[in-house]
Nanobody, 123 residues
Framework: VQLQASGGGLVQAGGSLRLSCATSGHTFDIYTMGWFRHAPGKEREFVAA????????YYAESVKGRFTISRDNAKNTVWLQMNSLKPEDTAVYYCAARTAWGAYENKDAYGYWGQGTLVTVSS
């Protein structure tokens, strides 16, 4: 499974961005797709996840109500719509895939990772 993340950039606080993650390869092995972020001086943290088949979504408390994860199975793509962005959302965002359900927030449970896309939110 290969993952390609895109859509990052510079945005002012309160603005929006939409990240995309294109998947290829053995996508039929994917059960769950997730987004994580890594800010300087912090651990990589869970942002959101969605089940590939049923589309059930999960969010970190810090982004709930502002971010929305979605997927299009036919296009093998997952998106992360980010609204009402805050400076503390600044990070490199990574999409990830795992071949099982559960443990959505556990980065060590994901076996496939994209290259990351930088999101910078200015105050």
């Amino acid at each position: 499974v290969q993952l390609q993340a895109s859509g990052g950039g510079l945005v002012q606080a309160g603005g929006s961005l939409r990240l995309s993650c294109a998947t290829s390869g053995h996508t039929f092995d994917i059960y769950t797709m997730g987004w994580f972020r890594h800010a300087p001086g912090k651990e990589r943290e869970f942002v959101a996840a969605i089940t590939w088949g049923g589309g059930v979504d999960y969010y970190a408390e810090s982004v709930k109500g502002r971010f929305t994860i979605s997927r299009d199975n036919a296009k093998n793509t997952v998106w992360l719509q980010m609204n009402s962005l805050k400076p503390e959302d600044t990070a490199v965002y990574y999409c990830a895939a795992r071949t099982a359900w559960g443990a959505y927030e556990n980065k060590d449970a994901y076996g496939y990772w994209g290259q990351g896309t930088l999101v910078t939110v200015s105050s």
